[in-house]
């Protein structure tokens, strides 16, 4: 019974381990690697050659987990910028084939130097826009006669650096 009692910690130990932070996990299979590959020489200066030599197995095994682990917790985080890379990429090339009263609002709302401009609710332009995720809409309050509508960040840097893209 007690071996089911310590077989359980060990387990939940486990599971407590997988959901360490990417850096931790990549600390951890670090360490490991240094351990198991680094000389008897230099691990003598460190008092930790016996200990190492003993208990090789584990060490590896805890660095092959780390490693593994950390893999898996890096994909869905490279997965999500490669992600979010391609929409804003198609983002920036509806600025190609805006109409032309898009285009007006967006030269308009540079020519003023506002990021920021109020419309009916009801504006079709301003809706188009917002479709192609071009605008946002605020939250908060607004009414119909006049609604907040911000031009999304990275559309704004490009339509501030190239003013082209509007023509």
């Known amino acids: 019974c007690v071996g089911v009692e310590n077989l359980m910690e060990y387990i939940e130990k486990f599971f407590q381990a997988i959901h360490l932070a990417p850096r931790h996990l990549f600390g951890m299979s670090v360490l490991g690697l240094f351990l198991l590959f680094a000389s008897s020489n230099i691990l003598s200066i460190f008092g930790i050659e016996t200990i190492v030599n003993d208990y090789r197995a584990f060490i590896g095994l805890l660095?092959?987990?780390s490693l593994v682990f950390f893999i898996i917790q890096l994909i869905p985080a490279i997965s999500k910028k490669y992600r979010l890379h391609q929409y804003k990429k198609q983002l920036l090339n509806e600025l190609y084939?805006?109409?032309?009263e898009e285009k007006v609002l967006l030269l308009?709302?540079?020519?003023?130097?506002?990021?920021?401009i109020s419309l009916p609710i009801s504006h079709s332009v301003?809706?188009?826009l917002k479709s192609k995720g071009i605008l946002i809409m605020s939250g908060g309050a607004g009414n119909m006669t006049a609604w907040a509508y911000n031009i999304n960040d990275d559309i704004w840097e490009k339509i501030k650096q190239d003013h082209s893209v509007l023509s």
């Open 63 to 65: 660095t092959l987990f």
């Open 97 to 100: 084939s805006l109409s032309k």
């Open 108 to 116: 308009y709302c540079l020519a003023n130097n506002q990021k920021t």
């Open 126 to 128: 301003a809706n188009r």
